[in-house]
């Protein structure tokens, strides 16, 4: 990524931004949009270097000016270029008035877009109807040309955001471009990394045209971007003369009757990811499972009260994996969220949570799906959909815990109002025993002395990460949880 930054930022400051550097140039944007223009056909000569016809798509803001402007240079460089226009541009979008005028000037074919007309042919099609400046789903004219777009054929190369996407939370209330890259423009935005946006974005670039947007960013401003480099910039080092008791005691508790399998996976995680001394507490039919694979794990049944000899020896409490609803799992749970150790509750532990919500121990960290976190917040999943980050939000402040909101782009959030999204990971992961592992995860970060944000976002961080090696290493479909544990410690020490 160009300009590679570790903050998303919101359309209206993205847009304050721009309307300061456009103040600061006194030429009503027509030099940024020049910038935007140039950066954004550099991409295109980088990853389609072949390319010999260009259809450039146009709205009727700036977003069709910078269209505009890489028509112009297209054309200048000897691609034979089209332009389809939604609308004209607008009576005070100067600059892209005079990005048009450049277009008219080369005699470069402008069309208008007439419903039920069909795009021209076209190697790579440029996206320049909306960007950021749509909030809404398209209509009209609007949406037939985007679906006409999606079926074209042609790879499609977005500008700032593929059009129909939300900028800010990632929903796509519409149809939206399915773009197969998009380079976006001053700072990235959030949307481009949750729920639809990865998908619809393809790969993403950052052109920040000489504006400094971190720099601009104030405390606790915008979503962290959490990106591999992190992990070895924020876990800490140990030292020579380091013991098991300085990482931590994880007491992983779950396993009812046919669900062995979940609290072994976050057992192993936990292991995997460095917590000095792991117990579990299962059902007594299951020790021998789970002690099976991983000799170094303690495992108690709960016939021995191992659940209350064994809280006040624990950092900290990993409730939920395979935990069930029955009055065995009710039981644990109460006596865990009793305990005041802090929690990183999750799965069957959630669900007992939304049954009967109460608060929890300070320090600890919820980790949903989109449908746990409908029951949580007595919603729908396509409400938790719409905004993501709300939804991220609203159960943070609602538990007085860290949320970690699961699902493409994994957002986190905090109390105090601090947000992350990962960046890593992919469709493999979507499989039984992947949410285990990462309870298992944060639950030994926060073990080995993380503070519950920093935990849970290097926890889900490394989670994908170790996702994502497993997949190139094996590929996709067929990728398990145990698949994902084993490269947990590769990228854990980077």
């Known amino acids: 990524m160009t300009n590679r930054t570790n903050w998303l930022l919101p359309t209206a400051m993205v847009r304050a931004l721009d309307e300061a550097a456009i103040a600061?140039?006194?030429?009503?944007?027509?030099?940024?949009?020049?910038?935007?223009?140039?950066?954004?056909?550099?991409?295109?000569?980088?990853?389609?270097?072949?390319?010999?016809?260009?259809?450039?798509?146009?709205?009727?803001?700036?977003?069709?000016?910078?269209?505009?402007?890489?028509?112009?240079?297209?054309?200048?460089?000897?691609?034979?270029?089209?332009?389809?226009?939604?609308?004209p541009p607008r009576a005070g979008a100067i600059a892209a008035l005079a990005a048009l005028a450049e277009c008219e000037r080369r005699k470069i074919a402008i069309s208008a877009w007439h419903q039920g007309a069909s795009l021209p042919a076209a190697e790579l099609i440029v996206d320049g109807l909306f960007g950021i400046g749509l909030d809404r789903a398209p209509s009209g004219a609007a949406a037939e040309l985007i679906v006409a777009i999606n079926a074209h054929g042609a790879p499609v190369l977005a500008l700032d955001l593929p059009s129909g996407l939300d900028a800010d939370r990632g929903a796509a209330p519409g149809v939206a471009v399915s773009a197969t890259a998009t380079v976006t423009f001053i700072a990235a935005k959030p949307g481009l990394y949750t729920g639809a946006g990865p998908r619809l974005a393809g790969r993403r670039w950052l052109e920040c045209l000489g504006i400094d947007a971190d720099s601009a960013r104030r405390p606790r401003e915008g979503v962290w971007l959490l990106q591999?480099?992190?992990?070895?910039?924020?876990?800490?080092?140990?030292?020579?003369?380091?013991?098991?008791?300085?990482?931590?005691?994880?007491?992983?508790?779950?396993?009812?009757?046919?669900?062995?399998?979940?609290v072994r996976l976050a057992a192993e995680a936990a292991q995997a990811s460095g917590a000095g001394l792991i117990s579990v507490v299962t059902r007594p039919e299951h020790m021998s499972a789970v002690l099976s694979r991983r000799p170094e794990l303690m495992v108690h049944g709960v016939g021995d009260d191992a659940l209350r000899d064994l809280l006040p020896r624990a950092s900290?409490?990993?409730?939920?994996?395979?935990?069930?609803?029955?009055?065995?799992?009710?039981?644990?749970?109460?006596?865990?969220?009793?305990?005041?150790?802090?929690?990183?509750?999750?799965?069957?532990g959630l669900n007992l949570l939304a049954r009967s919500p109460r608060a929890l121990p300070a320090g600890s960290v919820i980790t949903p799906h989109p449908g746990e976190a409908a029951r949580l917040l007595d919603s729908s999943t396509?409400?938790?959909?719409?905004?993501?980050?709300?939804?991220?939000?609203?159960?943070?402040?609602?538990?007085?815990?860290?949320?970690?909101?699961?699902?493409?782009?994994?957002?986190?959030?905090?109390?105090?109002?601090?947000?992350?999204?990962?960046?890593?990971?992919?469709?493999?992961?979507?499989?039984?025993?992947?949410?285990?592992?990462?309870?298992?995860?944060?639950?030994?970060?926060?073990?080995?002395?993380?503070?519950?944000?920093?935990?849970?976002?290097?926890?889900?961080?490394?989670?994908?990460c170790a996702g994502d090696l497993a997949a190139a290493q094996i590929g996709e479909r067929g990728l398990g949880a145990s698949d994902l544990i084993e490269r947990l410690p590769r990228v854990l020490n980077p």
């Open 228 to 262: 591999p480099p992190a992990l070895a910039q924020h876990l800490p080092k140990r030292t020579i003369d380091a013991h098991k008791g300085n990482f931590g005691h994880v007491l992983v508790v779950g396993g009812d009757y046919g669900y062995a399998g979940a």
């Open 316 to 348: 900290v409490v990993a409730l939920g994996p395979g935990l069930g609803q029955s009055t065995w799992s009710a039981a644990l749970w109460l006596h865990a969220l009793t305990s005041d150790l802090p929690l990183v509750l999750d799965a069957d």
């Open 382 to 464: 396509a409400a938790i959909a719409r905004d993501r980050y709300a939804a991220a939000a609203a159960l943070a402040q609602r538990f007085d815990a860290v949320a970690v909101l699961k699902g493409a782009g994994s957002v986190i959030a905090a109390p105090d109002g601090r947000q992350a999204v990962c960046a890593c990971g992919n469709p493999g992961m979507a499989a039984g025993g992947s949410g285990d592992a990462l309870t298992g995860v944060i639950a030994a970060l926060r073990a080995q002395g993380l503070a519950p944000f920093e935990a849970a976002c290097l926890g889900v961080l490394a989670h994908a």
């Open 24 to 87: 600061g140039d006194g030429d009503h944007g027509v030099a940024l949009m020049a910038k935007a223009g140039a950066a954004a056909f550099r991409r295109l000569r980088a990853n389609w270097p072949c390319a010999r016809r260009v259809l450039a798509v146009a709205g009727a803001g700036n977003n069709g000016g910078d269209a505009y402007v890489l028509a112009a240079l297209a054309h200048d460089a000897g691609i034979k270029v089209q332009v389809i226009a939604l609308a």
